[in-house]
């Protein structure tokens, strides 16, 4: 045990004082928050925004009496928003606890940054960065087919094909999953595919 220990100890320090492994980690650290954040931006925004009719005077939109029957479902508005989508038909359970799960790790990305760069057993997980590109695709393909065709003019009678749709958040998100597998394949990084899966 103990030599496992020293072991362990022995490489996390060494995946902390290597600079292209720091680097990496870091960057892909931010990627993930990024695509996060996407997500968190595209189930509340879309909400708010598909309610808000009326603007005040610095532009900022208010919402209408109707997104009470988003507010009222949790405290919490992210959670909340996630509820209505649920309600909505726009993502199953299983989707939230995926949703659930992918904000549970970014918070300890978050808050725990340091021990994910320096502990050799803890890393930013890559399959939670592609169920975030999932759900994002998910949702945003939702609205854009529900609501976004269907008041332009430029589609009448014309058949839409899903693969055919990109939103601009759902480029990012692909932008930002190319540019993390891409790091994963440079000889800076020294984790196999085991070590970067989630630990349930």
């Not at 100890?9 to 720091?22: F, G, H, Q, T």
């Not at 909505?88 to 978050?110: F, Q």
């Not at 899903?162 to 990084?189: C, K, V, W």
């Amino acid at each position: 045990m103990d030599a496992r220990f020293n072991d362990n100890y022995r490489r996390s320090w060494e995946k902390l004082i290597n600079p292209d492994v720091l680097r990496s980690n870091l960057v892909l650290a931010s990627l993930y928050i990024t695509a996060y954040e996407t997500l968190k931006n595209s189930i509340v925004d879309r909400i708010r925004d598909f309610f808000t009719f009326n603007y005040d005077e610095n532009g900022q939109g208010i919402p209408d009496v109707r997104y009470n029957e988003v507010t009222r479902l949790n405290r919490n508005l992210f959670i909340a928003s996630c509820l209505w989508l649920q309600q909505n038909g726009v993502i199953d359970p299983g989707d939230m606890e995926d949703i659930m799960a992918v904000r549970e790790h970014r918070n300890e990305i978050a808050h725990r940054l340091l021990e994910i760069l320096a502990d050799i057993d803890r890393e930013v997980s890559l399959s939670y960065l592609e169920k975030i590109r999932h759900l994002l695709q998910k949702i945003e393909i939702w609205w854009i087919k529900e609501f976004e065709i269907p008041i332009n003019p430029d589609f009448d009678g014309v058949e839409v094909n899903e693969e055919g749709i990109h939103s601009g958040r759902m480029i990012l998100i692909d932008l930002i999953l190319s540019t993390a597998l891409e790091g994963q394949n440079t000889p800076s990084q020294s984790r196999t595919t085991n070590e970067i899966e989630p630990s349930n």
